[in-house]
């Protein structure tokens, strides 16, 4: 296992969140320019924050594409001022151009929505040698809340991620770079999101590290009726769920408030 995936208490790590994009789902225009993003990437350090996903693309259902020259004109400056803190930092993007131009500037972890599918995206983390984050998803942004269908929404997943999984080796990239992640809302329903929690622990049957994203996604707030800004009980009680089914990698906006729940999961499992 990489070191990026470890820790020495063996806690589940944080990732925090660090949106450079204007319509980004949940930070709007807040984090846009490179001090809001500096200022934003301070605090979640101060709040415990273990890894930091800078990302340039919005992926939420909807959203615009955007070309490889935006994607790194909105990162990398990010990146080059964030690094100075010492803390690890994941780019989320799909676009070959853009790992390399994120890891070159400091970037040490790649987190990619389409699981290295798009052109050249493996060959250049096996030339890279990079830790990279694989993830499920139905279908493409624009559309993928349309109709999602599964014959068994977990095997699907699994399968899928077993697949990308052999073609990341067969490239020439070592198992101990890879972590896993079942794509909570890319092209599922409630349905299919509440399955894929409840049986999170099958996943430990690839041996990979879990990185389970659901922070304010719309599943939380189709189960609570709350709007974005409003889902950070619900968002703190799928983080805690995923720590139990045995998620190595939390993906968050509120650090500090998932740190607290990360500090009662650990005490708790002190105990036994
Ligand atoms: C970029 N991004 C948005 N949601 C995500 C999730 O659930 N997992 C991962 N790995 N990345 C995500």
């Not at 790194?72 to 131009?101: C, F, H, N, W, Y």
């Amino acid at each position: 296992m990489h070191s990026i995936y470890k820790n020495q208490s063996c806690s589940p790590l944080i990732m925090g969140i660090l949106n450079i994009t204007p319509d980004s789902f949940s930070d709007g225009n807040q984090y846009n320019n490179e001090d809001q993003a500096y200022g934003r990437a301070v605090e979640m350090q101060k709040a415990g924050v273990d890894i930091l996903d800078i990302g340039g693309e919005s992926t939420r259902p909807g959203a615009k594409d955007v070309s490889i020259e935006q994607e790194i004109e909105r990162i990398v400056p990010v990146i080059q001022r964030v690094k100075s803190l010492g803390i690890p930092i994941s780019v989320d993007t799909s676009k070959s151009e853009v790992m390399r131009a994120a890891v070159e500037v400091g970037a040490s972890m790649v987190n990619d929505v389409r699981a290295l599918q798009e052109k050249n995206a493996l060959a250049t983390i096996a030339e890279l040698q990079v830790p990279v984050c694989l993830m499920h998803m139905q279908g493409k942004p624009r559309s993928m809340q349309q109709s999602p269908q599964y014959q068994n929404v977990v095997k699907d997943v699994m399968e899928f991620l077993q697949k990308r999984v052999k073609a990341c080796e067969n490239a020439g990239i070592n198992r101990s770079l890879i972590s896993i992640d079942p794509g909570f809302g890319f092209g599922k329903t409630l349905e299919h999101n509440l399955e894929l929690l409840d049986c999170l622990a099958d996943f430990l049957e690839l041996e990979l590290p879990i990185l389970a994203g659901l922070s304010r996604k719309s599943m939380l707030g189709q189960m609570t009726n709350q709007p974005v800004e409003r889902r950070l009980a619900g968002s703190l009680a799928v983080a805690q769920i995923a720590m139990e089914k045995g998620a190595r990698i939390i993906r968050v906006h509120d650090v500090a408030e998932t740190n607290d729940v990360r500090q009662v999961f650990m005490a708790m499992k002190s105990l036994s």
